[in-house]
T-cell receptor, first 117, second 115 residues
């Protein structure tokens, strides 16, 4: 069974500082993808970043980077130079690359990030 | 272009009404999804269509009826809903190719209120 755990229900960060959002996962699949999504109060889920389980380098997309530690089964999101517009709910998700449920995404419970001016 | 569109944005319906939610994507994605999301919770998977065939139904009550008329369109037909069905309904799509875990792209959602 797949399980995604986000242990920080809410976090505060000062504008322009960096912040790390934690995500651990449990899967018996050998090949999978890890994702982070941002959901502002408007409701739309915005794809931020992807990490493949066989990727040796950590993924980066602008101010977002994914700190991937495969042995520890963690995929933390790092946001550098926080902006007020980063205030939102953030979800970590996982999808197997193959197998019966390879179309299924598994989501964590989310972390509400508040950026303070 | 990574756009998924959904209509309507807001919907208020009575428990005896029949309504439909619509979703459209033109990214050539062959997997399409319906999710239900309550406030401050993660999206909850309802249905997955793969190449226009229903591949996953997460034991959703029959008052929700999905339909995939073609590879770009996804509908969710609603009938005799309950107040607890009030939620944000999100549509998503993804490429589908075995051996690679593609990301999903979401639409803006439909906020449904059942009175």
């Amino acid at each position: 069974a797949q399980k995604i755990t986000q242990t920080q229900p809410g976090m505060f960060v000062q504008e322009k500082e960096a912040v790390t959002l934690d995500c651990t996962y449990d899967t018996s699949d050998q090949s999978y993808g890890l994702f982070w999504y941002k959901q502002p109060s408007s409701g739309e889920m915005i794809f931020l970043i992807y990490q493949g389980s066989y990727d040796e380098q950590n993924a980066t997309e602008g101010r977002y980077s994914l700190n991937f530690q495969k042995a520890r089964k963690s995929a933390n999101l790092v946001i550098s130079a926080s902006q007020l517009g980063d205030s939102a709910m953030y979800f970590c998700a996982m999808r197997p690359s193959r197998g019966y449920n390879f179309n299924k995404f598994y989501f964590g419970s989310g972390t509400k990030l508040n950026v303070k001016p | 272009d990574t756009e998924v569109t959904q209509t309507p944005k807001h919907l208020v319906m009575g428990m005896t009404n029949k309504k439909s939610l619509k979703c459209e994507q033109h990214m050539g994605h062959r997997a399409m999804y319906w999710y239900k999301q309550k406030a401050k919770k993660p999206p909850e998977l309802m249905f997955v269509y793969s190449y226009e065939k229903l591949s996953i139904n997460e034991s959703v009550p029959s008052r929700f009826s999905p339909e995939c008329p073609n590879s770009s369109l996804l509908n969710l037909h609603l009938h005799a809903l309950q107040p607890e069905d009030s939620a944000l309904y999100l549509c998503a799509s993804s490429q589908e190719k075995g051996g690679f875990a593609y990301e999903q792209y979401f639409g803006p959602g439909t906020r449904l209120t059942v009175t």
